[in-house]
């Protein structure tokens, strides 16, 4: 078994900032540790840097003086890591077994060197302390919508303008954003796929420019860590931006519409952190994503809501069924009463509070135990191939 000992991180204030006294900055000076020291290089790194850049030296130096170090790269959100095995073939083959891919994929077995590793439940550790509370909440959904993409841009055509207005529906596409927005929509619609959730091209383009224009809950995109979190550290989670706070919007609201960052049936990235922010705040959840995905969470134990409202949308491979599927729920929730709304979260407290408390569980001490063993299977089927 990989029993690590110390791990080294780039990280900064981020998810990966562990216990203090197993974290070291990397710095030239090696006399800290023990020739036969269990040494975890982990490196946040984007595609770009991939693409141009060697291998740091200091990893090759650290790998080449202990033999028991490991190095693992991972970029969080990013795919595309097809061009790993062909940029560093060599010096895969020289620390065989010894340099690797985290991953956060669902097919990993033709990726020799990835690890496969849900990391993102662990990017809550820190601000779980909200008890959950009987209290009415002024507002039945809440949906926050960031980036540009299709599925997102489907959600906002098929919602009223009433209904985004009187729910908590924000979103950050920029008026100057149009015609990307026209280009998203003619490389992704399908008449055929788009029977199912009846709306034409022209409309749905109609639909999103009134949008840009005129409706109150566009607010404006910021920096890494605005209110939508994406670095969900408590200085900058519950930022109050375009008179927004956000802490106060998410408890103000009862129902979570996820719109995960991939759509498509055809990707295979599981599910980033949107899916668990609504467990930080007690919240029921929808999600329009790729399929499995309530599958997938409740894999690592947690509770979804299908005795509540129908789920078979996650296992749904058709993109536009699924989406119109989840749609439907959305428009049977909104047509009961705020008082209708408030009995049924009631009625699912035990799932919603199971789920915050198994979030907690998700420990920095737990994530060094879960990477060892990641590790160590990883190194153990590689040692059979």
Same mark, same amino acid.
């Given at each position: 078994m990989v029993k690590l000992k110390y791990? +080294? %991180?780039?990280?900064?204030?981020?998810?990966f900032d562990l216990d203090k006294k197993k974290l070291f900055k990397l710095e030239n000076n090696l006399s800290k540790f023990e020739k036969n020291d269990y040494i975890l290089i982990l490196k946040k790194v984007s595609n770009l840097e991939f693409e141009k850049n060697k291998l740091? %030296?200091?990893?090759?130096?650290?790998?080449?003086?202990?033999?028991n170090s490991y190095v693992v790269y991972h970029n969080l959100h990013e795919s595309g890591w097809a061009?790993?095995?062909n940029l560093y073939e060599d010096l895969i083959n020289q620390y065989k077994n010894r340099i690797f891919l985290l991953e956060n994929f669902?097919? &990993?077995?033709?990726? +020799?060197? %990835?690890?496969?590793f849900k990391y993102f439940p662990y990017f809550f550790n820190n601000i779980l302390n909200f008890k959950f509370k009987n209290k009415k909440r002024n507002k039945k959904f809440i949906s926050l919508i960031r980036r540009l993409k299709f599925h997102r841009i489907l959600l906002l055509s098929k919602l009223s303008n009433n209904f985004i207005k009187n729910n908590n529906i924000f979103y950050t596409f920029d008026v100057f954003d149009y015609n990307e927005c026209e280009n998203i929509i003619n490389k992704n619609f399908n008449e055929v796929d788009f029977d199912f959730i009846n709306i034409k091209k022209e409309e749905l383009k109609n639909k999103i420019q009134t949008l840009y224009i005129d409706n109150p809950n566009k607010v404006l995109n910021g920096p890494h860590g605005d209110i939508f979190g994406e670095n969900p550290e408590v200085g900058n989670y519950f930022i109050i931006k375009n008179n927004i706070n956000y802490l106060k919007t998410c408890l103000d609201s009862y129902f979570d519409i996820v719109t995960e960052s991939e759509f498509s049936?055809? &990707?295979?990235?599981?599910?980033t952190e949107k899916i668990f922010k609504p467990i930080v705040f007690y919240q029921p959840f929808l999600v329009i994503g790729r399929p499995h995905i +309530?599958?997938?969470l409740k894999k690592i134990g947690f509770k979804t809501f299908d005795q509540f409202w129908d789920e078979s949308y996650d296992s749904e491979e058709n993109d536009y069924k699924r989406f119109s599927m989840v749609n439907n729920i959305i428009n049977d929730l909104n047509n009961k009463s705020m008082d209708d709304i408030h009995e049924l979260y009631i009625s699912m407290k035990e799932i919603l509070i199971h789920n915050y408390n198994h979030l907690k569980t998700f420990t920095n001490d737990n994530l060094m135990k879960d990477l060892e063993l990641a590790l160590y299977k990883k190194i153990k089927e590689l040692e059979n191939v």
């Amino acid at each position: 078994m990989v029993k690590l000992k110390y791990i +080294l %991180s780039n990280y900064k204030g981020d998810f990966f900032d562990l216990d203090k006294k197993k974290l070291f900055k990397l710095e030239n000076n090696l006399s800290k540790f023990e020739k036969n020291d269990y040494i975890l290089i982990l490196k946040k790194v984007s595609n770009l840097e991939f693409e141009k850049n060697k291998l740091c %030296s200091n990893d090759i130096r650290i790998l080449n003086y202990f033999p028991n170090s490991y190095v693992v790269y991972h970029n969080l959100h990013e795919s595309g890591w097809a061009s790993f095995n062909n940029l560093y073939e060599d010096l895969i083959n020289q620390y065989k077994n010894r340099i690797f891919l985290l991953e956060n994929f669902e097919n &990993t077995k033709d990726k +020799l060197y %990835s690890i496969q590793f849900k990391y993102f439940p662990y990017f809550f550790n820190n601000i779980l302390n909200f008890k959950f509370k009987n209290k009415k909440r002024n507002k039945k959904f809440i949906s926050l919508i960031r980036r540009l993409k299709f599925h997102r841009i489907l959600l906002l055509s098929k919602l009223s303008n009433n209904f985004i207005k009187n729910n908590n529906i924000f979103y950050t596409f920029d008026v100057f954003d149009y015609n990307e927005c026209e280009n998203i929509i003619n490389k992704n619609f399908n008449e055929v796929d788009f029977d199912f959730i009846n709306i034409k091209k022209e409309e749905l383009k109609n639909k999103i420019q009134t949008l840009y224009i005129d409706n109150p809950n566009k607010v404006l995109n910021g920096p890494h860590g605005d209110i939508f979190g994406e670095n969900p550290e408590v200085g900058n989670y519950f930022i109050i931006k375009n008179n927004i706070n956000y802490l106060k919007t998410c408890l103000d609201s009862y129902f979570d519409i996820v719109t995960e960052s991939e759509f498509s049936s055809r &990707t295979n990235n599981l599910f980033t952190e949107k899916i668990f922010k609504p467990i930080v705040f007690y919240q029921p959840f929808l999600v329009i994503g790729r399929p499995h995905i +309530l599958r997938e969470l409740k894999k690592i134990g947690f509770k979804t809501f299908d005795q509540f409202w129908d789920e078979s949308y996650d296992s749904e491979e058709n993109d536009y069924k699924r989406f119109s599927m989840v749609n439907n729920i959305i428009n049977d929730l909104n047509n009961k009463s705020m008082d209708d709304i408030h009995e049924l979260y009631i009625s699912m407290k035990e799932i919603l509070i199971h789920n915050y408390n198994h979030l907690k569980t998700f420990t920095n001490d737990n994530l060094m135990k879960d990477l060892e063993l990641a590790l160590y299977k990883k190194i153990k089927e590689l040692e059979n191939v």
